[in-house]
C-alpha cells in the first residue's frame, strides 16, 4: 500500500511540475497572420544567454501579453524577459511552404526592446542601455529567417526589453498593448500599411482639409473669429491625429520630436477649442476661462522649451486632471 500511494504521489508531482510551465503554442494553419498574444514566460533582469534556444525557463513567470505589467511589477524599471515557444506543424501546406518567409508583429512596448528567434537576433524598436533610447509606440514586423525553425518545427522568440526606470510609474512595464502576430512577411507587412493609413492618416487628412478651409474664410472675412480658432483647432487635430498613428513613422525625423509635436498639439487643443466656443457664442472671456488658458499655454511652453521628455512624463497626469476639470 505504502509503495502504490508513493507512486501515485510521483505521479502527481510530475504532473504538477509539467502543468506549471506553458506548452509549447500549437501552429497548424499559417494562411492568414495567426495571434500570439497570450501567456508567454517571463523573467526580470538580463542576460544575453536568455535568447538561446535550449534555455530551461520552466523556473521562468507566466505573463500575459500584452498587458500593462506583469504580475507585482507595476513601475518596474530596468531589462526584462519574455519567451515564447511555437510548434509549428510542417506538415500543413500552409505552414511548410511559409518558413522562410515567416515574419512577427510586435505592437507597443515600453520602453525599447530586442527580439530573438532561433537565439538570433533579428531587429528591435529604440535602443538599450547603456546607449539607451526610448521609442515605445512604433509597430514592426520583423523577418524570420528559415534557420530560426528547427526539423521538428519548434520556434523558440525571445524578447529582450528595457523599461526606462524615469519613466513614470503609472506608465506601463514591457508588451501592453496593439497586435502580435505571426505570419507571412508580405501578409504582416500589407497589414501594418492598412493600418498605418486607416483610419487615422485618412482622417488627419479630412481635419487638415477642414482646418485649412475655415482659415481661408476667416482670411478673407477677419470678423468671423468663430472661423479662424475652429481652423487653427482642426489644424492641430490634424496633426495630433498623424502623430497618434503608425503613419508617423513615414516621416524620418527623431522619435522625440514625434512624441513632442504630439504633445504640443494635444496641450494647445482645449486653448483653441474654447477660444472657439466663445467666438461662436459671442461670450466675453472672464477670469476662469483666462486662468485655463494661462495653464494650457504653459503645459505648451513646457513641452516645447524643456529639453528632453522629461515635461512629457511629468505633465501628462496633471494635464489629463486639469482637462477633465475644464470640460
Not at 505592437?107 to 533610447?133: D, F, K, T, W
Not at 478651409?213 to 482670411?219: C, Q, T, V
Not at 475652429?230 to 503613419?247: D, I, K, P
Request: glycine share 8%; charged share 15%.
Amino acid at each position: 500500500m505504502k509503495t502504490a500511494a508513493s507512486c501515485v504521489a510521483f505521479v502527481c508531482l510530475l504532473l504538477l511540475g509539467a502543468g506549471s510551465a506553458i506548452a509549447a503554442l500549437p501552429v497548424a494553419d499559417l494562411s492568414q497572420p495567426v495571434s500570439i498574444s497570450g501567456q508567454w514566460r517571463f523573467q526580470p533582469g538580463d542576460d544575453p544567454a536568455w535568447a538561446a534556444v535550449d534555455l530551461d525557463d520552466s523556473s521562468w513567470t507566466d505573463t500575459t501579453v500584452p498587458a500593462s505589467y506583469p504580475q507585482g511589477l507595476a513601475g518596474y524599471g530596468g531589462m526584462l524577459w519574455y519567451r515564447l515557444t511555437l510548434d509549428l506543424d510542417l506538415s500543413r501546406p500552409s505552414v511548410s511552404e511559409n518558413v522562410g518567409a515567416l515574419a512577427v508583429n510586435l505592437g507597443n512596448i515600453m520602453s525599447a526592446y530586442e527580439l530573438y528567434a532561433g537565439g538570433q537576433r533579428i531587429g528591435g524598436v529604440g535602443r538599450l542601455p547603456p546607449q539607451q533610447q526610448v521609442v515605445y509606440d512604433h509597430h514592426r514586423a520583423f523577418s524570420i529567417p528559415a534557420s530560426a525553425v528547427d526539423t521538428d518545427g519548434r520556434l523558440v522568440l525571445a524578447l529582450r526589453v528595457w523599461r526606462d526606470p524615469e519613466a513614470p510609474d503609472y506608465f506601463e512595464t514591457g508588451p501592453y498593448q496593439g497586435e502580435f502576430l505571426l505570419g507571412n512577411v508580405g501578409d504582416l507587412r500589407e497589414r501594418m500599411l492598412r493600418k498605418a493609413l486607416l483610419p487615422k492618416f485618412v482622417l488627419a487628412v479630412l481635419y487638415l482639409v477642414v482646418g485649412l478651409y475655415h482659415l481661408l474664410i476667416a482670411r478673407r472675412n477677419p470678423v468671423l473669429k468663430e472661423f479662424f480658432w475652429f481652423g487653427l483647432f482642426t489644424v492641430a487635430m490634424a496633426v495630433y491625429t498623424f502623430e497618434t498613428s503608425q503613419s508617423r513613422f513615414f516621416v524620418d525625423i527623431p522619435y522625440l520630436w514625434h512624441k513632442k509635436i504630439e504633445f504640443l498639439m494635444l496641450y494647445i487643443s482645449p486653448l483653441l477649442l474654447g477660444k472657439t466656443l466663445l467666438a461662436v457664442t459671442r461670450t466675453p472671456e472672464n477670469l476662469l476661462t483666462r486662468g485655463f488658458n494661462l495653464l494650457f499655454l504653459s503645459y505648451f511652453l513646457a513641452v516645447l522649451l524643456v529639453p528632453g521628455d522629461a515635461a512629457m512624463q511629468r505633465t501628462l497626469a496633471s494635464f489629463q486632471y486639469l482637462g477633465a476639470f475644464w470640460a
